[in-house]
């Protein structure tokens, strides 16, 4: 197997993470992020890159997601990018919350909140996994 098609066995795509947003975790996305998570741990991520991001999410979530937070929730793209900037390991991290945000905030006044929940449950899992594997 070439390393080329092993990261592509490992990586989350943009439908999967809209999958998960759209109606929650499944068998095959808990599989797919439980390697994302491997691979995170394998790029060196540490959970200090992104502890402010998860902090400031965690934040809104006590909150309750409303129309005020989105404008929060919106800014943890930003957040991202900057972690990202200096330190590599957060990129593959920061597109898979990029598509997330996406996916929340584009479907409008629909279920929002309940895409927001979603979200949260996937960047938990994301974590949770990254530290399964060692990630510090």
């Given at each position: 197997m070439s390393k080329h098609s092993h990261d592509?066995?490992?990586?989350?795509?943009?439908?999967?993470?809209?999958?998960?947003?759209?109606?929650?975790?499944?068998t095959d996305l808990i599989i797919k992020v439980d390697a994302f998570g491997r691979t995170l741990q394998k790029k060196g991520l540490s959970t200090s890159q992104i502890r402010q991001v998860f902090t400031r999410l965690k934040a809104i979530e006590a909150k309750g997601y409303n129309q005020e937070r989105k404008i929060e929730f919106l800014m943890l793209k930003p957040h991202l990018a900057y972690a990202s900037g200096r330190h590599a390991s957060v990129k593959p991290l920061k597109r898979i919350i990029d598509w997330?945000?996406?996916?929340?905030?584009?479907?409008?006044g629909e279920d929002q909140i309940g895409k927001f929940k979603n979200f949260c449950r996937l960047f938990e899992a994301?974590?949770?996994?990254?530290?399964?594997?060692?990630?510090?």
């Open positions: 592509q066995q490992d990586t989350l795509g943009r439908s999967d993470v809209v999958s998960w947003i759209r109606g929650g975790p499944t997330g945000i996406d996916a929340v905030v584009e479907s409008g994301i974590l949770a996994y990254h530290k399964a594997y060692g990630g510090k």
